[in-house]
């Protein structure tokens, strides 16, 4: 699916040179156009689809005092880029199930003589393509005790609360990798089970199987913010990498860090291992992206600075 990016920009007082480019990723090819007085947009003509991975860039030829952008009701923090100091980036995820249709972007920069910029956009979002999986399962995995539906509830909402929190700073530097050495994606990302004619929620990330006890690496680097014993997911780790990322390891044979831990890409986070709901061995990799639910390769094909 092609994701339709529609730009409108306003400058007010000073004019400096702007453009604003959102792109899909991978995406290199991009369309430009001039919005007014020097204020330039580039478009990449990427294809994306719901669960994908956005990068938003501001450049601009003199410093910005200030940055900030909003979308889809959550604030968007920018780093700036290491190799040019007039650009900064922020990452916009489309959740799994965002509804199609369209959403606005808006951005707001000060210059350092206090002069403002504002420039909007349209984000077309398309609906995804996933897959369906009809099973007969033993009554268990559909139906589960009252003990059990309380603990996933209190297990949903602790989620829930770690995901809507955001560190300030950008954690991570460079390229973030693959958290199995040699093993392939399932490509079940998006994937809706039907349980006994039940449908149930559709699969937030990759799963990856591998050999149990295989190590699992962090994808890049973060601060541990949960390693626990969950219904689902069984052995966890959640890893913080800031401005609202997180990446997600479940199903873990065993825990090898600890929560407030900040490990680097590729520290050993535990290993592959059948823990929680899972039927073999295998590593269940989740991201989110100011709380969208986002395809995890999306990540690794981030450009590094």
Same mark, same amino acid.
């Given at each position: ?20 480019? #959102?792109?899909?990723?991978?995406? $290199?090819?991009?369309?430009?156009? &001039?919005?007014?007085?020097?204020? !330039? ?18 450049? @601009? ?21 290491? @190799?040019? $100091?007039? &650009? ?5 995820? &489309? ?28 984000? @077309? ?7 369906? $999986?009809? +099973? ?18 209190? =297990?949903?909402?602790?989620?829930? =609360? ?6 300030? !700073? ?24 039907? +349980? ?29 913010? #949960? ?11 959640? #890893? ?12 873990? $044979? ?6 407030? !831990? ?6 050993? +986070? ?12 295998? +590593?269940?990799? @989740? ?19």
């Amino acid at each position: 699916m092609r994701l339709n990016i529609l730009f409108r920009v306003g400058l007010i007082g000073t004019v400096a040179f702007v453009y604003l480019a #959102l792109f899909s990723i991978p995406g $290199e090819t991009r369309d430009s156009r &001039v919005c007014g007085k020097d204020v !330039e947009l580039r478009l990449s003509s990427s294809e994306s689809s719901q669960g994908s991975l956005l990068l938003v860039e501001v450049h @601009s030829t003199s410093p910005l005092a200030e940055l900030k952008a909003q979308w889809d009701g959550h604030t968007l923090l920018f780093w700036r880029e290491n @190799s040019q $100091e007039n &650009v900064q980036r922020a990452l916009l995820g &489309v959740d799994l199930e965002r509804p199609a249709g369209q959403y606005p972007l808006t951005v707001a920069a000060q210059l350092e003589n206090r002069e403002r910029v504002t420039c909007s956009a349209v984000v @077309s979002v398309k609906a995804g393509r996933f897959a369906i $999986e009809r +099973l007969r399962v033993r009554r268990q995995f559909v139906d589960l005790s009252p003990k059990n539906l309380e603990r996933t509830a209190r =297990e949903r909402q602790r989620l829930g =609360e770690l995901f809507a929190r955001v560190t300030p !700073e950008r954690l991570w530097q460079g390229a973030f990798r693959v958290p199995v050495d040699g093993a392939q994606a399932a490509g079940n990302f998006g994937r809706r089970r039907v +349980l006994n004619g039940r449908p149930g929620m559709p699969h937030n990330g990759e799963d990856f199987p591998a050999v149990a006890g295989a190590p699992v690496h962090a994808a890049q680097r973060g601060r541990v913010v #949960l390693a626990d014993e969950l219904f689902f997911s069984g052995n966890t780790v959640v #890893l913080d990498h800031g401005l609202g990322l997180y990446t997600f390891y479940g199903h873990l $044979e065993s825990i090898a860090v600890t929560v407030g !831990e900040v490990v680097e890409v590729g520290t050993t +986070l535990g290993r592959v291992g059948a823990t929680g709901r899972a039927t073999g061995a295998h +590593l269940h990799w @989740s991201v989110r992206a100011n709380e969208a639910r986002i395809n995890p390769l999306g990540i690794v094909r981030l450009p590094a600075d």
